[in-house]
Structure formats: structure tokens, C-alpha cells
């Protein structure tokens, strides 16, 4: 699924990007952590980020559900794009709610990776899959 898609092939520099880096490969590992193919995700993932520029938490959870249906399915990502937006809203939101909406301060309210990969579970649609991608390259950055 998402295996050949990087950080680096999106044009995400991780290691020197700071908190803007980690919240786009997050976005980017959502949408390839489903069962869609790749090359849909990433030009979702280029309509959100890109083109419409929602990329932050804040920038995400201040659209309305509508607008993220219509960017979802203006990249192709048809097939969930109602739970999806759903869903996307939710992460945006509870990552301003509970860690001051960021990544990094979820990680520092994890005690060590294996309760910022359980806490990146918690959120309705991360699974394994996707904190398995997320994880595969942020890993490097948070721990």
C-alpha cells in the first residue's frame, strides 16, 4: 500500500521541518494507511496540503465537513470520503484539544514509543497499519 511512498517523495523534510513536517506525515500516513491505492492518498494528500492549504491541526479542524468530502473526493479518495473526513476532523481536533495541537506534544505526553504508538491508536482511524507507516519514518525524529 503506502511502502513506497516517503516523507522525502512528498516533499516532507522530517528532520529539519519541525512540528509542520510531523503533521503532514501524519495526514499522509492516514490516508495511505487505508485500504485505497497509493497513488490516490498522495494526490489527496497534494489537494489537502497543496491546493488548499490545510496543513495544520487548526487549518484541518476549521473546515467543514462538507469542504473535506469535496477535497477527498476532488483527490480521487471516493470510497471513504464521508468516514474519512470524519474521521480527519476528529484527529485535527483532538490533537488541539489534548496536545496543545501537535504532534510533538503528544510525544511528550508518552512516556516512550510504545505509548505514543498506543496513544496514536486511540484516534478513530489509526490502526496498526498507519502508525506502522507513520512510525516507519517519524520515528527517527520523536525518539
Same mark, same amino acid.
Given at each position: 500500500?503506502?511502502?513506497?511512498?516517503? +516523507?522525502?517523495?512528498?516533499?516532507? =523534510?522530517?528532520?529539519?521541518?519541525?512540528?509542520?513536517?510531523?503533521?503532514?506525515?501524519? %495526514? +499522509? &500516513?492516514? %490516508?495511505?494507511?487505508?485500504?485505497?491505492? +497509493? *497513488?490516490?492518498?498522495?494526490? @489527496?494528500?497534494?489537494?489537502? $496540503?497543496?491546493?488548499?492549504?490545510?496543513?495544520?491541526?487548526?487549518? %484541518?479542524?476549521?473546515?467543514?465537513?462538507? !469542504?473535506?468530502? *469535496?477535497?477527498?473526493?476532488?483527490?480521487?479518495?471516493?470510497?471513504? =470520503?464521508? &468516514?474519512?473526513?470524519?474521521?480527519?476532523?476528529?484527529? #485535527?481536533?483532538?490533537?488541539? #484539544?489534548?496536545?496543545?495541537?501537535? $504532534?510533538?506534544?503528544?510525544? !511528550?505526553? &508518552? @512516556? =516512550?514509543?510504545? =505509548?505514543?504508538? *498506543?496513544?496514536? *491508536? &486511540?484516534?478513530?482511524?489509526?490502526?496498526?497499519? @498507519?502508525?506502522?507507516?507513520?512510525?516507519?519514518?517519524? +520515528?527517527?525524529?520523536?525518539?
Amino acid at each position: 500500500m503506502g511502502v513506497n511512498v516517503t +516523507a522525502h517523495a512528498l516533499g516532507i =523534510d522530517l528532520v529539519h521541518g519541525g512540528e509542520s513536517a510531523l503533521f503532514k506525515w501524519l %495526514l +499522509a &500516513s492516514f %490516508l495511505m494507511g487505508k485500504r485505497i491505492r +497509493a *497513488q490516490v492518498a498522495v494526490q @489527496t494528500w497534494h489537494v489537502i $496540503v497543496d491546493k488548499h492549504g490545510r496543513d495544520t491541526p487548526r487549518k %484541518l479542524a476549521g473546515c467543514t465537513h462538507r !469542504e473535506l468530502v *469535496q477535497m477527498l473526493g476532488e483527490g480521487g479518495y471516493a470510497r471513504y =470520503d464521508e &468516514s474519512t473526513s470524519t474521521r480527519l476532523q476528529t484527529l #485535527a481536533s483532538r490533537l488541539l #484539544a489534548e496536545y496543545g495541537g501537535t $504532534v510533538s506534544g503528544m510525544r !511528550e505526553a &508518552s @512516556t =516512550d514509543r510504545r =505509548d505514543f504508538e *498506543q496513544r496514536l *491508536q &486511540s484516534f478513530d482511524g489509526i490502526g496498526p497499519k @498507519t502508525a506502522e507507516i507513520f512510525m516507519r519514518e517519524a +520515528a527517527q525524529v520523536l525518539f
